[in-house]
């Protein structure tokens, strides 16, 4: 197995074979810097110092060419050949209390959400725990790298559930929405640090816009599981274009009651909706207004919405440590 020497911390490290320096450096308990896990947020790119490395994805859209004559790559997706000396500073946050694994899990049930989103639901008997909130990679047969999904259920008995979106001529989903009971799949995981923060004293804000509702999920039901609604207040927010596109409170796990109130809003409604209108951060900055810097937030959605929400708890006073989100972009 090739050993790898990382600086400035000195910490040396073995990789099996075609895995990726980031996940090695995860199961040696090293806290290297990551995000996405699939080559689209930069947040693991580390110095080749000595070595050589292959990329799975060179098509990766956070590594280019000028990364490449720097010595730079990504840690997600860079498998080393041999020995290898990189530089990447290790921080305390990424350090996984739950090192990942990589099993081979059945499909047990597909049920639908949404118009185009459906919960999946593997079973493997050695699949591990996992912290609401947390992602895993999952490996397609027949497409190139892991596909990053969040789980949307509680860890049970080796049970892991994913909320996906079916997307246009998209190879990953195309696969897994042909897919019947009985199929396998390779799962590896958990991954993301955006997880249910028990320990917080404040009350919950989640916001969802399309699969970005499984994370959500997920935590909801964490949350209460833990007792967590005995002494806080769940607000959790649903972003969607139409009517569609809604899911309602029975998903998260319950109904809205006293503790946790659910509001969900429509970009582009017909006539007939009655509901809150316009873009989530908006729609969240109007209900929380000042409330929203004493929460805990956690969201998940597509890009434009994440920059939305990043800029809008930033104008609300929201303390950065406060806002947990992974980069799926």
Known sequence: MPKITQSPDGHVFECDAGETILRAALRAGIGMP???????????????????????????????????????????????????????????????????????????????????????????????????????????????????YSMSNLCDDGTWRFMIKQMPNG????????????????????????????????????????SGLSPMVSIAKGAAAAGMLDTRTLHVFYGARETGDLCNAVVLGGQASEKARFIAALSDPDATWTGPKGFLHDVVAEHMAAQLKDCEIYFAGPAVMSAAVQEMAHEAGVPPDQLHFDEFY
């Open 171 to 210: 190879e990953a989903t195309g696969a897994l929405f042909a897919a019947e009971p009985g199929a396998t799949i390779t799962i590896d995981g958990p991954y993301g640090t955006a997880f249910l923060r028990k320990d917080s004293p404040r009350d919950i804000v989640l916001l969802a816009g399309g």
């Open 34 to 148: 990551y995000s996405c896990n699939t080559g689209s947020c930069g947040n693991c790119r580390f110095q080749l110092l000595d070595g050589t490395v292959t990329h799975l994805r060179e098509d990766a859209p956070a590594w280019s060419e000028r990364e490449l004559k720097r010595g730079r790559w990504l840690g997600c997706q860079a498998v080393p050949d041999g020995a290898c000396s990189v530089k990447f500073r290790s921080m305390d946050q990424y350090i996984p209390d739950i090192s990942p694994v990589s099993v081979t899990a059945t499909l047990v049930e597909v049920k639908q959400i949404t118009r185009d989103i459906s919960e999946f639901t593997f079973h493997a008997d050695d699949l591990p725990a996992f912290h609401p909130g947390q992602y895993a990679l999952l490996h397609v047969s027949g497409v190139t790298g892991g596909r990053a």
